[in-house]
């Protein structure tokens, strides 16, 4: 199983748009790093985000490069101040390929208690992904690549 954490794009500041929707950078660039992740073999079976715009928009582009044909959902457990011990239990329960779209901290605190068990230290890239895989159903990770945003 292979998991692809997403860090959502540049979005516009809220005094610009309340809802943060990405700015044109930020579109551009997640649709870059979306392709770039298809070209490194990404096709997730199922596409999450976390019902922000920013995310969700992030979320879409990275659907349309890497498999347009996988789930497309919003779902619960990815806002920026979620435990990410809920999303890990999550994942334990899955066997499909999944892309996460998600936030600041919330995903480099996921990253670090999936590779390390949550040690401090693990870096995220910015508006990038960094994909994972474990071999015993979730019980231990570790990076296959990573794109900066």
């Known amino acids: 199983m292979r998991v692809y954490l997403v860090h959502h794009g540049v979005a ?3 005094e610009e748009d309340p809802r943060r929707p990405l700015s044109a950078v930020g579109l551009a660039n997640a649709a870059r790093v979306a392709g770039r992740a298809a070209a490194l073999g990404a096709k997730p ?14 979320a879409q582009e990275f659907w349309r490069a890497c498999n347009a044909l996988a789930e497309f ?8 101040d979620d435990p990410p011990q809920w ?3 999550r994942l ?8 996460i779209a998600g936030h600041f901290p919330h995903l480099p605190r996921l990253l670090a208690l999936l590779t390390t068990g949550g040690e401090a230290g693990v870096e995220f890239p910015i ?4 994909a994972l895989v474990t ?3 979730g019980e231990t990770w570790r990076e296959l690549w990573r794109i900066d945003g």
């Open 73 to 80: 959902a919003v779902t619960k457990d990815l806002q920026p």
């Open 92 to 99: 334990r329960a899955e066997s499909r390929d999944i892309a």
């Open 127 to 130: 508006n990038g992904v960094v």
């Open 12 to 14: 516009v500041g809220p």
């Open 135 to 137: 071999d015993d159903e």
């Open 45 to 58: 079976d199922v596409v999450w985000h976390s019902g922000k715009l920013r995310a969700k928009q992030t």
């Open 87 to 89: 999303m890990r239990d």
